[in-house]
């Protein structure tokens, strides 16, 4: 196979396991060069099971010529340090979201792949799946008229087992977790980014770690209306409210790979239409076979860093608010 783009992942959690390395080994466009963990037992393990390297340290993994990009799938707390390793050692960066804990690290991040002439993007995965990108032609097309509010709801039970997302000292917590997809989305759907209006931030006594937040943002006329937490029903959703309609969208930001993903309309009256439906499919696969075949398209990471830098600024000043 005529790769083109290798790749290497950095941190082999849950989410690297069940998520990334099955989209990168599904890929005809990236190949997998290998797997950098502290675990050793894992990381062979791993590596023999999809016939790839094992990179005991990041040193090893940086200097091999074979890796042109690192996927960072570490801890959030972890992904400015790790970050800044992989745009120095020159190779392309594709960093799970959010890019790091804090408005100041992200643009750091941009201005070094800036200066070492790589690329650089958040791994926000849901942006590339069929059903979003069928929500945003509506939306272009006007279908729904003048927009009037769009309302967020991300958030899940407590997880059984303890993960960074609950430890602070490694960037837990919902708010870096959970923001950036509602944040991305008034991004992605508005014209113009909105304005933080009021905000808060909620730990609940068992926690070292926030567990909730919300926000309201609005621009040009638009409320965006963010709702997220753990410890509660699952929901992931997102609602756009029209002078000439409704669309629901469910599942909005995580999806199984064989999840049938639609959207549902609700024309001026109230009346449902048939169901629109936008298929199946891996959208950790999508986004990372657009940061391969994109490289050579600076414009596209413009844009992206734009998006990231704002969501960034937006989650300090929720932060701050609070």
Not at 174 to 181: F, K
Request: hydrophobic share 40%; glycine share 6%; aromatic share 8%.
């Amino acid at each position: 196979m005529n790769s083109e783009l290798s790749v290497a992942v950095w941190g082999l959690g849950r989410h690297a396991i069940r998520r990334v390395l099955p989209a990168i080994v599904q890929s005809q466009v990236i190949e997998l060069a290998g797997i950098c963990t502290r675990n050793q037992e894992l990381g062979k393990a791993k590596a023999a099971e999809l016939n790839c390297e094992y990179f005991a340290s990041p040193d090893h993994m940086l200097s091999d010529d074979r890796v042109q990009a690192v996927l960072v799938t570490t801890p959030t707390g972890l992904h400015f340090q790790h970050g800044l390793r992989v745009l120095e050692a020159e190779k392309h960066l594709c960093c799970e979201k959010p890019m790091t804990h804090s408005y100041q690290t992200t643009c750091r991040l941009f201005e070094l792949a800036a200066e070492k002439n790589v690329s650089a993007m958040s791994g926000l995965m849901y942006k590339y799946h069929p059903q979003f990108l069928a929500l945003k032609r509506i939306i272009e097309e006007r279908t729904l008229g003048e927009l009037k509010s769009l309302s967020i709801k991300f958030g899940m039970p407590t997880l059984n087992v303890d993960t960074f997302r609950s430890d602070p000292e490694l960037g837990g917590g919902a708010l870096l977790d959970m923001s950036c997809y509602p944040l991305s989305v008034a991004y992605q759907l508005l014209t113009e980014p909105p304005e933080l209006r009021c905000a808060n931030v909620a730990t609940q006594a068992s926690s070292k770690a926030d567990t909730d937040g919300w926000a309201i943002l609005e621009g040009q006329g638009v409320v965006v209306d963010c709702q997220w937490g753990m410890g509660r029903a699952y929901q992931n959703s997102l609602q756009i409210w029209g002078a000439k309609g409704l669309i629901v969208c469910d599942r909005a930001f995580t999806k199984e790979d064989d999840y049938d993903s639609s959207l549902v309309f609700y024309d001026q009256r109230g009346s449902q239409s048939p169901v629109i439906q936008t298929g199946r499919a891996n959208s950790y696969r999508a986004m990372i076979e657009t940061f391969a075949m994109r490289l050579n398209e600076p414009e596209f990471f413009v844009t992206e860093r734009a998006e990231t830098e704002w969501c960034a600024m937006m989650t300090d000043k929720i932060l701050h608010a609070s």
